[in-house]
């Protein structure tokens, strides 16, 4: 099934990423401790994550055309952070060896669900010189999430994406977007971005009872598509006020879920940028993710079938 798309993207120009890259600390457990309880973890490893370093990782699997702007800190997360990157052919564009680079710590239960404790370093952080290099004329989308506009310096990255209009926004709110000060919130929304969030977040956010409803409320603020996933069951979106639908999930056993969410949007982020429709791109995102789940950590090879398979 095909369905045209109401966004109106130029497909030869290239993606924006800005965004978080920071060290993730897995830890299996069977369940979340409980006050005063003595745990004793399966395993931990540490693995590159960063919701922003996911995204830019399905991209450049994928063979699209982007620019990653990642603030890369010091400490030993930022040394790890670093040789990770240069690894996996990334340019590190801002260095600050002096501040620290964060980490997340990821606590997955027997059931594959996650839990984030997050230590914010200086990848969370924004300067608008950064970007004095590159021009939004270039791009035809961004991306951008809730967690850096949280910060003290969320206000210049409102105010950079408020200035510099041209690429179609598309926003991860996350699970603490409702937690952002109405003001910038709003800011963000008045830009007409493509929502991307799961479940609960569009129940939140958009203040109803139902997915659908809450998509439709939402999309009357923006104008603008909004996709809602939904795990197993697939993603639903409202793409315009005439036009809304479910597209269904892949089986998939579950490993862990962690970056599931960046994988799904960097996905619809490539296949929109090779011409696919925007149902095609939530398909083809929803096979990615579930991709994803079925693993450990957030990252898929880069030898995976998904990508060959545009």
């Not at 964060?102 to 404790?117: D, K, M, N, P």
């Not at 910060?151 to 409102?158: C, I, K, S």
């Not at 969030?197 to 598509?225: H, K, M, Y």
């Amino acid at each position: 099934m095909s369905k045209g798309t109401s966004l109106h993207v130029q497909f030869m120009k290239k993606i924006l990423v800005v965004g978080s890259t920071c060290v993730d600390i897995i830890l299996k457990l069977d369940h979340l401790p409980v006050t005063g309880e003595d745990l004793h973890p399966k395993s931990q490893t540490m693995a590159l994550g960063g919701c922003a370093c996911n995204v830019a990782h399905v991209l450049l699997y994928s063979g699209s055309q982007f620019t990653f702007i990642s603030p890369v800190g010091g400490g030993i997360y930022g040394s790890f952070v670093k040789d990770a990157l240069t690894a996996h052919g990334f340019p590190i564009p801002v260095y600050l060896p002096e501040k620290e680079n964060g980490c997340c710590y990821c606590l997955v239960e027997a059931s594959g669900e996650r839990t984030f404790l997050s230590l914010h370093g200086v990848e969370y952080t924004f300067q608008k010189e950064w970007m004095e290099p590159y021009r939004m004329e270039d791009y035809a989308m961004a991306y951008l999430c809730g967690l850096e506009v949280e910060e003290p310096t969320g206000e210049a990255l409102v105010e950079y994406f408020e200035k510099e209009p041209g690429p179609q926004l598309f926003f991860a709110p996350g699970p603490r977007g409702i937690r952002l000060s109405g003001n910038r919130l709003n800011r963000i929304l008045a830009l007409s971005p493509v929502l991307h969030i799961n479940e609960q977040e569009a129940l939140e956010l958009g203040g109803r009872d139902s997915v659908a409803d809450s998509a439709a409320a939402l999309f009357q603020i923006t104008g603008s598509p909004v996709i809602v996933t939904l795990g197993e069951r697939g993603a639903y979106c409202r793409e315009s006020a005439e036009v809304s639908y479910l597209v269904p999930g892949i089986p998939s056993q579950v490993v862990d879920t962690i970056g599931a969410g960046d994988a799904h949007i960097g996905a619809v982020l490539a296949s929109l940028q090779k011409g696919k429709s925007l149902y095609d791109s939530i398909a083809a995102a929803n096979r990615v993710a579930a991709a994803v789940v079925s693993q450990e950590g957030a990252i898929l090879p880069e030898d995976s079938f998904l990508f060959r398979e545009g």
